[in-house]
T-cell receptor
Framework: GDSVTQMEGPVTLSEEAFLTINCTYTATGYPSLFWYVQYPGEGLQLLLKATKADDKGSNKGFEATYRKETTSFHLEKGSVQVSDSAVYFCALSRRGGSNYKLTFGKGTLLTVNP | GAVVSQHPSRVICKSGTSVKIECRSLDFQATTMFWYRQFPKQSLMLMATSNEGSKATYEQGVEKDKFLINHASLTLSTLTVTSAHPEDSSFYIC????????????FGEGSRLTVL
């Protein structure tokens, strides 16, 4: 079955540090890939997505590239801010019949200190 | 973008009582909504798929008699936790699929249930 494996946290960085959160997946076919972010006390929000190989999703300074050869979708940001502190979830969506099924990784807690 | 709203955001109840959580799609019709449960420091666990006008589809291990799901209209799904116990305390999140067919999910703000 489909699965998503992401880097276990927690990750603690200083402001302006470089961020990488690794994510790899297992799925048949060509899934769409997502990064969702969950700020404290809130629901999940879509951060960025990529729907086909070599696509790069980007938003709010975050980037991730869909690498089919390595089945990866690592999240990166060149300079993190305190406001980026949140839990980040990698996910994939694959169409099964008439429905899309979303599979999440376990989430990575990021804390950015001033 | 599409908005999904949940209510209440926080609820505290006594053990043995029932609690209802609402999930609404505010600017689009959602024939299918999903209910997730999130334990502290863990990922989201899909509990059930709510289908408008028909019975919900529950994931393996989820008690359908305990977690009653009703999807009576194209914009509203409700989750009722019946005879709640402290171990039901959790963060419950609903979501609806992007009506444009991208595979993306739009999530509600979540409802934190505390059972005393």
């Amino acid at each position: 079955g489909d699965s998503v494996t992401q880097m276990e946290g927690p990750v603690t960085l200083s402001e302006e540090a470089f961020l990488t959160i690794n994510c790899t997946y297992t799925a048949t076919g060509y899934p769409s890939l997502f990064w969702y972010v969950q700020y404290p006390g809130e629901g999940l929000q879509l951060l960025l997505k990529a729907t086909k190989a070599d696509d790069k999703g980007s938003n709010k300074g975050f980037e991730a590239t869909y690498r089919k050869e390595t089945t990866s979708f690592h999240l990166e940001k060149g300079s993190v801010q305190v406001s980026d502190s949140a839990v980040y979830f990698c996910a994939l969506s694959r169409r099964g019949g008439s429905n899309y099924k979303l599979t999440f990784g376990k989430g990575t807690l990021l804390t950015v200190n001033p | 973008g599409a908005v999904v709203s949940q209510h209440p955001s926080r609820v505290i109840c006594k053990s043995g009582t029932s609690v209802k959580i609402e999930c609404r799609s505010l600017d689009f019709q959602a024939t299918t909504m999903f209910w997730y449960r999130q334990f502290p420091k863990q990922s989201l666990m899909l509990m059930a798929t709510s289908n408008e006008g028909s019975k919900a589809t529950y994931e393996q291990g989820v008690e359908k008699d305990k977690f009653l799901i009703n999807h009576a209209s194209l914009t509203l799904s409700t989750l009722t936790v019946t005879s709640a116990h402290p171990e039901d305390s959790s963060f419950y999140i609903c979501s609806a699929r992007d009506p444009r067919g991208t595979g993306e999910l739009f999530f509600g703000e979540g409802s934190r249930l505390t059972v005393l």
